[in-house]
């Protein structure tokens, strides 16, 4: 009887030392496997900063069919190809690459890596707008258009527009790669109207063509440009033809002595219009004497008496003129009928 329950004690025992052994390794076998983990990947928050820090999600979709790679660094091996448009999960994040790990979802043999470069948050399609119209502007739900650009899923509304056609909107709805050709109508009235602003702008250009030509034969044939005092002068027929009092016979009579009013040598000056230039005046005496010395180069002259805009300091009746024959002098009274030559400042021509 001790025998047998000497025995009973033992086995039981035995067995408490057994059941108490596995549980041991396997509890070691956990915090082994927890640990091996924890080192081989981040924990969900640390995963999810990451994430945050490098603006994508945590799943994921391939842009192009693209190689991975068995690690991140320079000497990385090709390990497999990820398709375009097929749904990964994020596993770690190094260098500007993604770590996927291997499952029976994605059917990865093993853990790889891919670039963010070939990643995308949502899939995208390519979409291909053929119009019939060169450098026609096309916007796709507002924004610009570009060759071949890639778009989300959706419904978008085109709308083209381009000068001498008619504006034209569609819908399309992009499920896949989608390619579309357009074509554009032809607007007749704006036709009609580009045309009508043609000849406006031809003619526009024409005019302004005689009229450079027209100034141009006007310069040559009635102005004298001296270039040493930087004045212009009047040399068309009308300066050996037409004479003019230095002042009326009313200013005069009434010894008005400086009223140039009405029909006299300073008003025409002051009035007249040669090549579009306005601003013309009576020169100076001095100016008269300099341009005796240059008249072989003159044009148009009469030899006699033309006017000065300057008076005889000691009689206000009379003022001076210069005798075009041999550049004499005279102060002649001022209701007298002398030669004009006008006279303005600058040599700057019109365009």
């Known amino acids: 009887m001790n025998f047998l329950k000497a025995y009973c004690v033992k086995n039981m025992y035995g067995d408490f030392i057994v059941r108490k052994t596995k549980s041991i390794v396997q509890l070691f076998l956990a915090i082994f496997i927890m640990f091996s983990l924890s080192g081989c990947l981040p924990n969900n928050e640390k995963l999810q900063v990451m994430l945050d820090q490098n603006s994508i999600t945590k799943k994921f979709y391939i842009r192009n069919d693209t190689n991975v790679y068995d690690g991140y660094g320079k000497d990385k091996k090709v390990l497999d190809t990820l398709k375009r448009g097929k749904q990964y999960e994020t596993a770690d994040i190094k260098d500007n690459y993604v770590k996927v790990a291997k499952s029976d979802s994605n059917g990865l043999k093993s853990d790889v890596w891919v670039s963010m470069d070939e990643i995308e948050e949502e899939p995208t399609y390519f979409v291909t707008l053929i119009v019939d119209v060169p450098n026609a502007n096309i916007l796709i739900n507002g924004e610009n258009y570009e060759p071949n650009m890639r778009l ?41 109207e580009r045309l009508a602003k043609e000849k406006i702008e031809k003619e526009k250009i024409e005019r302004k063509k005689r009229e450079k030509e027209r100034l141009a034969k006007e310069i040559k044939d009635s102005i004298y ?105 005279y102060s002649d009274l001022k209701d007298a009928n002398n030669f004009v030559r006008c ?5 700057k021509l019109p365009k």
């Open 343 to 347: 006279v303005r400042d600058g040599i």
């Open 225 to 329: 440009i001296d270039n040493t005092q930087k004045l212009m002068w009047q040399d068309n027929i009308i300066v050996s033809v037409a004479k003019k009092p230095w002042l009326s016979k009313k200013n005069f009579d009434a010894k008005k002595d400086n009223d140039t009013s009405g029909d006299t040598a300073a008003s025409y000056c002051k009035n007249i219009v040669i090549a579009n230039l306005k601003d013309w005046r009576l020169p100076t005496k001095d100016e008269l004497k300099n341009l005796f010395a240059q008249k072989g180069r003159l044009k148009h002259v009469a030899a006699d008496w033309y006017w000065s805009s300057t008076s005889n300091t000691n009689n206000g009746e009379r003022a001076w003129t210069i005798h075009f024959n041999n550049g004499d002098g």
């Open 152 to 192: 989300p899923k959706g419904k978008y509304i085109i709308n083209i527009s381009a000068e001498q056609f008619l504006d034209k909107s569609l819908e399309i709805d992009v499920q896949e790669d989608t390619k579309e050709s357009i074509t554009l109508e032809f607007d007749v009235e704006a036709q009609k």
